[in-house]
């Protein structure tokens, strides 16, 4: 076994039925006619990718977009299939595909399942009409609801819902209706985001042409406080800044990026990042579909990472979970000004963030980068 290898597999998926206002991923509407071609070229990069790189069997794979669940049913299955045959996959593995109330059916479902798909992240983001309307999401409460149930039906032990707060107009009690409706559902785990307006989106734009309000910083805070005290309240862990879960349904792929482990991501504007555990590097590809058909294998960036730049992500992101890490060599006048603030403390020879230190993981970011 190589220290090294990947054993953490990403794919982007980066199609959409539509852009949502606040959108600055990877993602695009009105391209679905590229879907085949898109997958045979993903399929080319993965192939090559076996060839140029050591893999361990993989503990997880995550299809994350864009809208995954957008793909038919049968490229999906054809796909998957392509990777199952390609990888080595661990019988454990926790195997991830983000898909979108609008485009979860029985049929799809079906697919995703067979093709050993064993967790579902639902893009749920919120139930309230108006907040929904402010971000333009196309789904409402009500398919959301659908398409939770419809999964639990076909046999999905383990779903996540991602909730969005901070939103123009957005109360504190809706936000609050919004995160008992959510709980109710019954989630494994639950994901919640603050809204940031990214330049250049169409949010963005219409903020900028006053047209939509600041979010007072005062009720983003009491929003995210009333996060904390219903999903703890209804049995759910904060195990890292922005993500709650039940125990044991922590996100294994995630954990992967705040542990700085390798991950291989394969797709348009997919980012690998690889450490030998002193050193690092990471890489992304053509961000833009149609040229990523054209030339899956072209690096389209890269960087690479000294042995304090690679420590200091390493601390950055370790520091946004509760698990916290071992404590990390260098950087002592840093974490001592931090723990002087009350942003983190040692538990157990365990470096970890206080809850302050959770609700502004910024300032431990800048303290360290
Ligand atoms: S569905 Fe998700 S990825 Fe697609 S445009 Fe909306 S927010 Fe972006």
């Excluded at 990718?49 to 299955?77: C, I, K, N, Q, W």
């Excluded at 009500?142 to 032990?157: D, P, S």
Aim: glycine share 8%; hydrophobic share 40%; proline share 4%.
């Amino acid at each position: 076994m190589t220290a090294a290898a990947f054993r953490h597999l990403y794919v982007h998926i980066p199609f959409c039925r539509h852009k949502c206002g606040y959108c600055d991923f990877n993602a695009y509407a009105g391209m679905d006619r590229l879907m085949p071609e898109y997958v045979a070229a993903l399929e080319q990069e993965l192939s090559n990718a076996v060839r140029h790189h050591a893999f361990d069997p993989l503990e997880t794979l995550y299809l994350g977009g864009g809208t995954p669940s957008l793909l038919p049913a049968g490229l999906m299955a054809d796909l998957l299939a392509f990777i199952r045959s390609t990888f080595e996959i661990r019988s454990d593995a926790e195997v991830t595909l983000e898909a979108n109330p609008g485009s979860t059916d029985a049929e799809r479902l079906a697919a995703w399942l067979e093709g050993g798909v064993n967790r579902l992240s639902l893009g749920v983001q919120g139930f309230d009409g108006r907040a929904l309307a402010v971000l333009e999401r196309r789904t409402d409460a009500a398919q959301a609801e659908k398409a939770f149930a419809l999964a639990r039906a076909a046999g999905v032990t383990n779903i996540n819902i991602d909730l969005i707060y901070a939103v123009p107009f957005q109360s504190r009690q809706s936000w609050l209706e919004t995160l008992q409706r959510g709980i109710a559902l019954g989630p494994d785990h639950i994901s919640t985001y603050c809204l940031t307006f990214e330049e250049g989106t169409l949010l963005w734009r219409r903020r900028a042409e006053g047209r939509v309000p600041e979010v007072d910083p005062d009720l983003q805070w009491d929003q995210l406080d009333a996060a904390c005290r219903e999903l703890e309240a209804a049995g759910f862990e904060r195990y890292e800044v922005s993500n709650w879960a039940r125990h044991g349904r922590e996100s294994r792929h995630n954990l992967a990026y705040w542990r700085c482990r390798p991950v291989f991501g394969a797709g348009a504007g997919a980012h690998s990042y690889w450490s030998d555990g002193i050193t690092a590097r990471r890489w992304w590809n053509v961000a833009r579909p149609r040229e990523f058909i054209a030339a899956m294998d072209k690096v389209a960036g890269s960087e690479d990472l000294d042995e304090r730049k690679a420590r200091a992500e390493s601390i950055m992101l370790g520091l946004r979970t509760a698990e916290g890490m071992t404590a990390p060599l260098g950087f002592e006048s840093e974490l001592k000004r931090l723990a002087a603030d009350g942003l983190i403390e040692r538990v157990d020879g365990r470096v970890v963030p206080t809850r302050r230190g959770m609700d502004l993981h910024n300032q431990i970011a800048l303290a360290v980068l």
